[in-house]
């Protein structure tokens, strides 16, 4: 399995509260990236990031900031978590030539 | 900008029957193209990914793909389903080796005995 570990796996966080997941990887990849998963949405992009302090906004980034200051860590944070964000979040890694390789998710529940 | 359809939300197929679950993409240069599985409570996992080499694409548990560029289409099957192979499958397109990677909305395929 590629070596990807996302923390915490489950979180139950309060609206308005500041909340940051985190993605580290020992595969030395270039691309992380974070994704949403929701019923009948798939997976959506929220941010990605091509190198160290690269970051670029997906298709669902509103609300979402991300930070990556070293190539094994990316992190995403929810500045004033809401109850839309409730989902579960993928981190992704990729190389230049590879696949995407997935973490196993975080449950995130706003309530 | 790249999109993945996938046609049906859900699909049910009888134990040992044909797999088809459909995949249909819009992209503005050839894409490559990637069949992920889900299991409850879990990550994705690569099934089989196409990167321009061959058309026909065999991938692991029997899946295999075929890319027809015509139809822009990256149907996935399976000649015998097993009771195993219930799960979500995303449909996965990405322009270049390295650009992001955007999912379809998934099938959920129920495999009844």
């Known amino acids: 399995d590629a070596g990807i570990t996302q923390s915490p796996r489950h979180k139950v966080t309060e609206t308005g509260t500041p909340v940051t997941l985190r993605c580290h990887q020992t595969?030395?990849?270039?691309?992380m990236y974070w994704y949403r998963q929701d019923p009948g949405h798939g997976l959506r992009l929220i941010h990605y990031s091509y190198g160290v302090k690269d970051t670029d906004k997906g298709e669902v980034s509103d609300g979402y900031s991300v930070s990556r200051s070293k190539t094994e860590d990316f992190l995403l944070t929810l500045e004033s978590a809401t109850s839309s964000q409730t989902s579960v979040y993928f981190c992704?890694?990729?190389?230049?030539?590879?696949?995407?390789?997935f973490g196993q998710g975080t449950r995130l529940t706003v309530v | 900008a790249q999109s993945v359809t996938q046609l049906g939300s859900h699909v049910s197929v009888s134990e040992g029957a044909l797999v088809l679950l459909r995949c249909n993409y819009s992209s503005s240069v050839p894409p490559y193209l990637f069949w992920y599985v889900q299991y409850p409570n879990q990550g994705l996992q690569l099934l089989l990914k196409?990167?321009?080499?061959?058309?026909l694409v065999k991938g692991i548990n029997g899946f295999e793909a075929e890319f027809k560029k015509s139809e822009t289409s990256f149907h996935l099957t399976k000649p015998s389903a097993h009771m195993s192979d219930a799960a979500e499958y995303f449909c996965a397109v990405t322009k270049t080796s390295y650009d992001k990677v955007i999912f379809g909305p998934g099938t959920s395929l129920s495999v009844i005995p």
């Open positions: 196409y990167t321009s080499a061959a058309t």
């Open positions: 992704a890694i990729k190389g230049q030539n590879t696949e995407a390789f």
């Open positions: 595969e030395n990849h270039r691309y």
